[in-house]
């Protein structure tokens, strides 16, 4: 692997300079500033606080990735992406679904055949398909809220309103390319700023969920039993 190689893969990006994306690399600060704003709000949720760390890290990679630019920095970009999605399905599938953690381990490695199945047909979507790889995560999450409205109906519908965020911020990371000719800095910079606001808003959900399950609320909103 060439890990000192170039990638030019948005409109913003003129040349390998290190500022050549300067909107692309400092809207990364939305990651940083909602890992922080939901630090203060996580405070007793190990989980959560877990989930905060990681999405300051997603900023501090996808700022290296549009500052170096090479193969390197881009793995340094997902990595930490990849970590989120699978602590976050860790944390429901224990939390909220109840499964002991061993079991809670082995449904959450199955991302990895759910995904591998799933992202050469995402490949084919009208515009979202230059995102396929990350289009298995929206549809895992309005899954996972329809198979909770009946449990949880508050928690599924912040998974609703954080699928349709992501939705919003793919089509801003897919058209980047598309649009260059009428928007030379591109969208790519959208997708910073809404992703920022929707993984803060996922774990905002899982916070509530749980501090519901601490206060002695059930999964369907009455007080649980003791």
Do not use: K
């Not at 309005?142 to 699928?163: H, K, M, N, S, T």
């Amino acid at each position: 692997m060439e890990l000192l190689r170039q990638i030019d893969g948005y409109c913003e990006r003129l040349g390998p300079e290190y500022w050549a994306e300067p909107v692309n690399a400092v809207t990364n600060a939305a990651f940083v500033l909602a890992a922080l704003w939901m630090w203060r709000r996580s405070a007793g949720v190990p989980l959560a606080r877990a989930l905060c760390v990681v999405l300051a890290l997603i900023g501090l990679g996808s700022y290296l990735f549009h500052t170096h630019a090479q193969v390197w920095s881009a793995i340094a970009d997902v990595a930490p992406i990849a970590a989120f999605i699978l602590l976050y399905i860790f944390a429901i599938n224990r939390d909220v679904w109840g499964m002991r953690t061993g079991w809670a381990l082995g449904a959450t490695a199955l991302f990895f055949p759910y995904a591998a199945a799933t992202v050469p047909l995402f490949q084919y979507v009208p515009v979202l398909g230059v995102s396929a790889g990350y289009l298995p995560v929206p549809v895992l999450i309005l899954i996972y809220a329809g198979l909770l409205w009946r449990r949880a109906q508050d928690l599924a519908r912040g998974f609703v309103i954080g699928a349709a965020i992501l939705l919003v911020s793919l089509t801003a990371r897919s058209v980047d390319e598309m649009l260059c000719a009428q928007i030379p800095l591109g969208t790519h910079f959208l997708w910073h700023i809404l992703n920022g606001v929707m993984l803060g808003w996922m774990i905002e959900v899982y916070v509530r969920f749980m501090r519901g399950q601490s206060a002695g609320i059930g999964l369907e909103g009455a007080p649980a039993p003791r």
